[in-house]
Nanobody, 117 residues
Framework: QVQLVESGGGLVQPGGSLRLSCAASGLSLGDQAMRWYRQAPGKERESVAHISRITYGAPYREYADSVRGRFTISRDNAKNTLYLQMNSLKPEDTAVYYC???????WGQGTQVTVSS
């Protein structure tokens, strides 16, 4: 059974940083493509970052236009954990953030990120 547990959310001022974690069990993250999604109040869930599974060389990473250059998705295979480093945070980044394994349709419970002064 696949389990994903997000952590690292919180309240941060505009311009600040947070690092989200997604600890996985029941599968090896290195074998999976993974995504971070977010959902703000009253809005649809949107994909913000994607990392491909490990093949040859560095994994492929893709970002939504709204976060490119500020967010970085990464993976620690030894810890079986996915990360999202978020820098230069803006109020519009406020949302519940979820990690996802598309091939398994597996989701975590989400972690709240609030950017406010």
């Amino acid at each position: 059974q696949v389990q994903l547990v997000e952590s690292g959310g919180g309240l941060v001022q505009p311009g600040g940083s947070l690092r989200l974690s997604c600890a996985a069990s029941g599968l090896s993250l290195g074998d999976q493509a993974m995504r971070w999604y977010r959902q703000a109040p009253g809005k649809e869930r949107e994909s913000v970052a994607h990392i491909s599974r490990i093949t040859y060389g560095a994994p492929y990473r893709e970002y939504a236009d709204s976060v490119r250059g500020r967010f970085t998705i990464s993976r620690d295979n030894a810890k079986n954990t996915l990360y999202l480093q978020m820098n230069s945070l803006k109020p519009e980044d406020t949302a519940v953030y979820y990690c996802n394994v598309p091939s398994r349709d597996a989701w975590g419970q989400g972690t709240q990120v609030t950017v406010s002064s």
